[in-house]
């Protein structure tokens, strides 16, 4: 069965078989936690995602590009203003590198307020001699590797909410509050990036945006008057993988009467879960908001065209968004089949580049890691390979943190592998740090160019 059932309701899913979900100790409790979240306020309004799926519509049709990041599992103990505000800095930075650059608009869609679940490969993990479950996230379990620690708790479903609404507050205040004023492009450099050749560059485009920002006010126009100027909009988006987390938060909007996952304006569905007659994309093909589905080495044309069919039967442009995270060694022979398959069937999709999840290695010392040039690599085949294939390269999906981490490989800092240990935090995957997402972003900007010249 490919396709969403007739019967459609936020629970239906459970009549599929659902991959990857924690096997909670106490089914009544979780079922508690369920309800409690469904009587709990939405965390984004359907309208908003409706203004999300219209500005997707946009990078479908190749009048601008997506820019979606943030971590790769946001934590329960890295939670303050701070960090959150680094994170949307480097988000701000990176943006304003692609939109001068490309001279197309950048949606701006951060993995936060919502990023606490993750798919793994195996289910437990021997530490000091005794099996454990692998970390699956906060909104799961703790990561301390011991059995009491990494025991499931429905609870935490309540916690990660609560984590997400403080946290979109924040991203509210922060974007429409002044923060990501323009005039302010100068503001959003860290110290420790600003003295650094890629962000010397970037006070090179900031001067120039503040130039051109006095030029306008010159010719008289008003700049206090244009909204635009003084605030953004950064959109949020999540895996959705704990689907009792995700029934809970789904709610009938009072305008359409249609449903809305109102955990975050964007879902996606995992390499691991994608099956198309599975409980995630049943859910996800009852729901409204905007999706992803991200797309590995092993997606066969035919796999792409069920799962477009059951998330967007009546090709609404901006509605899907297909992430190929292929690997940079295969990227150049399993994408051109997809692209050429989705033309075909005329289905209008957004297509991004995910660079981080097929480039995984490990160092002889056990640290989990990408090197930047992989990155790189994958992002110039998936260019390439669009540009073949008469497809607009959509954008981006990247796993990002505003500190200072040496967690991947390379870049024009040169993080070498005996100074992985040096600042290695993530809970989960590999992350850029903020000099190397400036870095990646000043290439990807030379990449948009020339796909947009080149059509
Ligand atoms: C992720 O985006 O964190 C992830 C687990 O990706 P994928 O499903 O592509 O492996
Ligand atoms: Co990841």
């Not at 109102?262 to 599975?278: F, I, K, Q, Y």
């Not at 989960?428 to 059509?455: H, T, Y």
Request: proline content about 5%; charged content about 25%.
């Amino acid at each position: 069965m490919a396709t969403t059932s007739q019967t459609w309701s936020p629970a239906s899913w459970r009549e599929r078989p659902a991959l990857q979900q924690p096997d909670w100790p106490d089914p009544a409790r979780t079922e508690q936690v369920v309800e409690r979240l469904s009587g709990l306020p939405p965390l984004v309004f359907a309208g908003e995602a409706r203004q999300l799926q219209e500005s997707l519509a946009a990078v479908a049709g190749g009048r601008a590009f997506l820019l979606q990041a943030g971590d790769c599992a946001e934590s329960f103990h890295d939670f303050s203003a701070i960090s959150i505000r680094e994170k949307l800095k480097i988000m701000l930075q990176m943006a304003a590198v692609l939109t001068y650059g490309s001279m197309l608009p950048v949606v701006k869609l951060g993995r936060i307020a919502g990023q606490f679940s993750k798919p793994r490969s195996a289910t437990t993990e021997t530490v000091d001699g005794a099996e454990i479950p692998t970390f699956r996230g906060h909104m799961v379990h703790g990561d301390e590797p011991t059995a009491a620690a990494r025991r499931y708790d429905p609870e935490r479903m309540l916690q990660g909410y609560h984590q997400s609404a403080a946290t979109l507050n924040l991203l509210r205040a922060f974007t429409k509050g002044g923060f990501a004023d323009l005039t302010k492009v100068h503001l959003w450099n860290q110290e420790f990036v600003a003295s650094a050749p890629e962000g010397r560059r970037y006070e090179l485009i900031a001067t120039e945006i503040e130039r051109a920002l006095r030029f306008m006010a010159a010719c008289g126009i008003d700049l206090q008057a244009e909204r635009q100027l003084h605030e953004v909009d950064v959109w949020t988006s999540h895996e959705a993988l704990l689907l009792d987390y995700e029934q809970g938060l789904t709610r009938r909007d009072s305008l359409t009467g249609d449903w809305y996952d109102c955990s975050a304006h964007m879902l996606w569905v995992g390499e691991r879960t994608r099956s198309p007659g599975g409980a995630h994309v049943e859910f996800l093909g009852g729901v409204h908001n905007p999706l992803g589905v991200k797309l590995g080495p092993t997606a066969t044309a035919a796999e792409v065209i069920a799962l477009c069919d059951a998330l967007n039967p009546r090709r609404i442009p901006g509605r899907l968004t297909l992430i190929s995270r292929m690997g940079v060694d295969r990227v150049g022979e399993g994408l051109p089949p997809l692209l050429r398959a989705v033309a075909q069937a005329e289905h209008p999709v957004v297509w991004v580049c995910d660079p981080m999840h097929g480039n995984v290695i490990r160092t002889g010392s056990g640290y989990k890691t990408r090197r930047f040039e992989d990155i790189m690599g994958e992002l110039r085949g998936f260019f390439a390979a669009c540009h073949e294939a008469g497809a607009w390269p959509g954008g981006v999906h990247l796993e990002f943190t505003g500190d200072h981490v040496t967690e991947c490989l390379g870049g024009s800092e040169e993080v070498l592998e005996e100074q992985l240990n040096v600042n290695y935090m993530t809970l989960c995957d590999p992350r850029l740090n903020a000099r190397q997402s400036l870095d990646l972003a000043f290439q990807v900007a030379e990449l948009m160019r020339a796909a947009d010249e080149s059509r």
